[in-house]
Each structure stands twice: as structure tokens, then as C-alpha cells.
């Protein structure tokens, strides 16, 4: 693994998101934009300087890389053993270091208290209960120093009536083309919350065809909610809360928002 720390804490319990290098290559989207949002939130909201941080649900890292280029100290925690271990070569590959952990969001430890957490892409939607989430809250702020900040970001329904949304793009990178469509919010049971996700990525390389789908569940909550069960699990302040990663875009005044980008602040 080079220079990068890996540990591998605990067997994975899914088989999901195991094809990381198209994954990383679709996704590979507004990130920079995304990756400006937190550093400003860094600046304009913590008590101190930030200078580490935990990417939590990390996946193959795009957030986590690009702030380690910058000069912070990562963490990263994810579910899927495969996925960090393409980010601990991409890690090394670039010649950072950093503690890159396979376990759960709602029960971990790191090795050392960070001054921010972030989870992206909202990877939170793999909780699919109130209990889980109030786990993870409690996990998190145990990672942060006091005044630490926790950015991420939600899905959340802009409509009643059909809040399904689909997506469909392609890129490339060097010969090799994906080809990628997502859907979020479809079949929304109203009492859980809980939803399906479905992905497929089309990987067309040097005249060969592989394709790869994935279709899990996943859960939106309601930003009242959200507030409740963040006094729920203690620990946190809520700070502000935006539509998408724009910080002009407060929720309250913004029309149609279909993300929610939270910030809290430990207590
Ligand atoms: C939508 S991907 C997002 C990955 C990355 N944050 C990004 O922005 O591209 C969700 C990630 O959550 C991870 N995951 C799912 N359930 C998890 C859990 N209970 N604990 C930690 N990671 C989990 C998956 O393995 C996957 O890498």
C-alpha cells in the first residue's frame, strides 16, 4: 500500500459498490465545486483552522483526494473493502498518507479526534432508520474535536406528488469510455422513507463491453426531522444548511431544493 496507512477493520457486509474504478471515473462530476463548498465552510464556520479531516462513506475519494491535495490531513471510513483499497492506491500513488478504515458509520473510532467530518453524495442514505442515524451522529461527534464541523449532504423530495430523478451522462478517460445512468427517490415508501437507487455502469474499453448495475435501498428524511434527530443523538449544534453547494443558497429561501447540504458544529 506505499506510504498509505490501511487497515482493514472489518469484513465487508455488502457486495455493493465493487467496481471502483468506473465509479470513480462516472462520479468524477462537479467535485472541484463541491470541494470549494467545504473549504469555505471550513473557513466561515469553525471556531479553529482545519487541518483534518474524516471523509466518512469515503467510496473511492474524490472528496478526500482533492483535500489532501490541498493540504489537509485525511481519514477516510468506508463499508466496501474494495474501494479502499483503490483509494489507498491512489493515496500512495500521489504520495499522501492517511488512515483509511473499512467499517460501519454507525459504530467507528479513529485513531486520533479531526477538526471536520464530511460525508458525501448522501452516503448517509444507506441508513435506512432513525436508530441508525442517531448511531452514526453519536459516532461522528465522538471523532470531532469540540467545534468540529460535520458537512453532508441529503436528497430530499422537492415534489409530492413524483419525486423520482433521474440522470444519464458519459465520460471518458484516456480509451476507456463509461457510460452511466442513476435514478434516486424511485418506489418512495411514505411511511419508511425508504427508496430504491439504481445504477448502471456501461465501461466500453479497447473494443470489450462490461457492465455493471447496482440497485439498492436507500432513505430520505425530512429537514425538521433532521433537526429532531440531531438534538436526539446530543453532541451537535445545527449551523446552516444550504441548497446544493452553494453558499449564497440557504434552504428556507430557495425553491425546489432536491439537496440539502447540512453543517453542524460539535458541542
Ligand atoms: C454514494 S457512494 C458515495 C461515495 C463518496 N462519498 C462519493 O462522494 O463519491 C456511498 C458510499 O457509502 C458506502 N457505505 C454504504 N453503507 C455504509 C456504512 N454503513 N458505513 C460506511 N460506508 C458505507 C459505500 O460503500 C459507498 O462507498
Known sequence: MGRSALRL????????YSA?????????????G????????FKRFSPRRVRSVVDIA??????LMRLADRGYAMSGLDLSP???????????ANGHEGELVVGDMT???????????????????????????????????????????YVFDRYMASSWTNPARRWSWSKRRGRLIVRASFSALNDVDPVSQVFRERMTLEAIENGTRRLYRQNHLSRMVFP???KALVELAGGFEF???FFGFKPWQVLERSRHPIIMVVVLRKK
Not at 477493520?9 to 455493493?16: N, V
Request: charged share 30%; net charge positive.
Open 9 to 16: 477493520r472489518e469484513k465487508s457486509r455488502i457486495r455493493e
Open 20 to 32: 471502483p474504478r468506473f465509479y470513480e471515473i462516472a462520479f468524477d462530476l462537479n467535485r472541484k
Open 34 to 41: 463541491e470541494v470549494d463548498f467545504l473549504v469555505h465552510c
Open 58 to 63: 469515503c467510496g473511492t475519494g474524490p472528496h
Open 82 to 92: 474494495r474501494n479502499i483499497e483503490f483509494l489507498g492506491r491512489r493515496l500512495a
Open 107 to 149: 459504530n467507528f473510532r479513529l485513531a486520533r479526534p479531526v477538526d471536520a467530518a464530511i460525508c458525501m453524495q448522501d452516503s448517509q442514505g444507506h441508513l435506512l432508520t432513525n436508530d441508525q442515524l442517531v448511531a452514526h451522529l453519536k459516532s461522528v461527534a465522538r471523532c470531532l474535536k469540540r467545534g468540529g464541523l
Open 224 to 226: 425538521q426531522e433532521l
Open 239 to 241: 449551523v446552516q444548511w
